[in-house]
């Protein structure tokens, strides 16, 4: 059973900044939030991973409030070729468990 | 740099018959490895993973099994496929031991007909 809850869809238009949240109510420890984009027909990718504060990179950044209960992944400015699902998983352990996802729909 | 080899890119098998899906890594030593499934529009399942040579976990029992005869070599199997077990079948490693993120394959994509 996957640890984390976030929506199953959203839109947005160009240039627009992006922020999917992510619920992990029970987070243990050790685990560390990561995050990966999936295009149809393709392996996801991975995008960031961070465990408290913010991270940030040449892509995307990572929100993660003091009691890390969630996280928000942020993508700045947004094109049509962001359009895709994007997942967030919290990762302590071997054993990898993707949820769902959000499908992020980009208009022009 | 690391690399990783899926294949076929592209399967069409009947009812019934068998599977054997082969995963290779390169550029690393021990890695964790993985097979996901994905239905299609669906999210990722996944089916197998293993930390070490021999050592295979199973996450949902079915027709498949897997082996990892090499340190780097993931192999997925079927003796007899049913039409449920079609779909995208996709391979990843990661690191052992650390915070590693995962890196797929390029996939394979089942249509059991």
């Known amino acids: 059973l996957a640890k984390t809850t976030q929506p199953i869809s959203m839109d947005s238009y160009e240039g627009q900044e992006v922020n999917i949240t992510c619920s992990h109510n029970?987070?243990?420890?050790?685990?560390?939030i990561t995050w990966y984009q999936q295009f149809p027909s393709q392996g996801p990718r991975f995008i960031i991973q961070?465990?408290?504060t913010k991270v940030t990179n040449e892509v995307a950044s990572l929100f993660i409030p003091a009691d890390r209960k969630s996280s928000t992944l942020s993508l700045p400015r947004v094109s049509l070729s962001d359009t895709a699902v994007y997942y967030c998983?919290?990762?302590?352990?071997?054993?990898?468990?993707f949820g769902k996802g959000t499908r992020l729909h980009i208009l022009p | 740099s690391q690399t990783i080899h899926q294949w076929p890119a592209t399967l069409v098998q009947p009812v019934g018959s068998p599977l054997s899906l082969e995963c290779t890594v390169e550029?690393?030593?021990?890695?964790?490895l993985y097979w996901y499934r994905q239905a299609a529009g669906r999210g990722l399942q996944l089916l197998f993973y293993?930390?070490?040579?021999?050592?295979i976990s199973s996450e949902v029992p079915q027709n498949l099994s897997a082996s990892r005869p090499q340190d780097r070599q993931f192999i997925l199997s079927s003796k007899k496929l049913l039409l449920s077990d079609s779909g995208f079948y996709l391979c990843?490693?990661?690191?052992?031991?650390?915070?590693?993120?995962?890196?797929f394959g390029n996939g394979t994509r089942l249509t059991v007909t």
């Open positions: 990843a490693w990661s690191v052992a031991g650390i915070e590693s993120p995962l890196h």
């Open positions: 998983l919290v990762e302590g352990d071997d054993k990898i468990i």
């Open positions: 550029g690393t030593s021990n890695p964790n």
């Open positions: 293993s930390v070490g040579i021999g050592q």
């Open positions: 961070g465990y408290k």
């Open positions: 029970n987070i243990a420890t050790n685990d560390y």
